[in-house]
C-alpha cells in the first residue's frame, strides 16, 4: 500500500515537462523519468533494468546530464568526488574519458562506516569491478586518488567534468556541503560540467537537519546557492517539481524496499534525491560567497 505522508510540492501536476530526464536541468527525482528512454538506455549500460529506485537514478541523471551537457566525449576528462564502489567512473572511461576517481582515505571511510556498507572504493580494481568498461582501456585511463571533499587540492583542474553522487551531504554540514559545490567549480575548465546529486528535504515546514554525519539540504539552501553562482556568472537553471504520478506520493520506510524507492523517510524527515547542473562561466566574476 502506497503510504503519503505528506509533502511540498513545488510544481508538478498536470505541467510537469513530460520529457524531464531526457533534457535534465537541476531538478528533483520523480516516477515519470524512469519511463523515458534515455532513462533505460542508462540504466542498462551498468546493468541494470530500469526501476523507481532514487540511487539508480541519480547515476543516469548524471550520465544524462554530462552526455546532454556536451561533457561526455573521447578525450575529455572527467573528476569524481567520493565515488565508492559506483559505475560512472568505468562508463566515463569507457566513453574514452580520462578519469580521476577520488574517494575518502581507507582510515576515515572505515571511521564513517563507508566501508562496511560497501559505499568506499577499496582500491584501483574496485572501480570496475563490473567490467564496464575493457580493463586495458580502464588502466589506460582511469586513475584513483585520496581527496577530501572539504580541502579539493590545488592540482586538480582543468577538467571538463565533475560529478558526485550522494556525497556532499556526508561533509558535515549545510555551509561545508554548499561551499564543496562551489569549490568543486575550481577544478573545470571555463565552461566545464558540474553534476552533484544529494538529499532534498522536503517536508513541510523548514526544520532540517543542518549539521552532523548526514544533512538534508532544503530548498531555500539551493535557491541560495543558484543565486551565489549566478553572481559569479555560472549557469544554473532550478525546478522542484516532485512528480504527479502515484509513486511519487509512496514514502519508502525502513527497511527500505529494492523498488518504490523515490522518497523516503530519513530521520524524521521526508527526503528525495536532488540533481544539480552548473555550467562554469567562462569568464567568472569574483564576489564573496553568502548562502544565507
Excluded at 194 to 218: D, K, M, Q, Y
Excluded at 219 to 243: S, T, V
Amino acid at each position: 500500500m502506497l503510504k503519503n505522508m505528506g509533502f511540498l510540492s513545488e510544481g508538478g501536476g498536470a505541467t510537469e515537462r513530460k520529457i524531464k530526464f531526457t533534457y535534465p536541468r537541476s531538478q528533483a527525482c520523480t516516477a515519470s523519468q524512469a519511463s523515458e528512454p534515455a532513462y533505460g538506455y542508462w540504466s542498462m549500460r551498468f546493468g541494470e533494468p530500469p526501476r523507481l529506485h532514487r540511487k539508480q537514478w541519480e547515476f543516469c541523471f548524471i550520465l544524462q546530464a554530462a552526455a546532454t551537457g556536451g561533457a561526455m566525449a573521447p578525450g575529455l576528462r572527467a573528476l569524481g568526488f567520493g565515488v565508492g564502489q559506483e559505475p560512472l567512473p568505468a562508463l566515463f572511461a569507457a566513453a574514452g574519458m580520462e578519469v580521476v576517481a577520488t574517494d575518502l582515505d581507507a582510515e576515515r571511510a572505515e571511521e564513517s562506516g563507508w566501508s562496511a556498507t560497501g559505499q568506499h572504493a577499496r582500491n584501483f580494481d574496485t572501480l570496475n569491478a563490473g567490467g564496464l568498461c575493457p580493463q586495458e582501456r580502464f588502466a589506460a585511463l582511469a586513475s584513483h586518488r585520496v581527496v577530501d571533499m572539504n580541502a579539493i587540492p590545488n592540482d586538480l583542474r582543468d577538467f571538463d567534468l565533475c560529478w558526485s553522487s550522494c556525497a556532499l551531504e556526508h561533509l558535515g554540514s549545510i555551509d561545508k556541503g554548499l561551499t564543496f559545490v562551489e569549490k568543486s567549480l575550481e577544478t573545470l575548465r571555463p565552461g566545464g560540467l558540474a553534476v552533484h546529486t544529494t538529499e532534498l528535504n522536503i517536508s513541510p515546514g523548514r526544520e532540517t537537519l543542518s549539521t552532523g554525519p548526514t544533512v538534508l539540504f532544503r530548498k531555500n539552501h539551493f535557491e541560495a546557492l543558484a543565486k551565489a553562482l549566478r553572481r559569479r556568472g555560472h549557469h544554473i537553471e532550478l525546478d522542484f517539481d516532485l512528480g504527479a504520478q502515484p509513486e511519487d506520493q509512496h514514502i519508502d520506510m525502513p527497511p527500505y524496499s529494492h523498488d518504490g524507492h523515490l522518497k523516503l523517510a530519513l530521520m524524521g524527515f521526508t527526503t528525495t534525491s536532488f540533481g544539480l547542473i552548473i555550467r562554469r562561466s567562462a569568464q567568472e566574476k569574483a564576489t564573496k560567497s553568502k548562502w544565507f
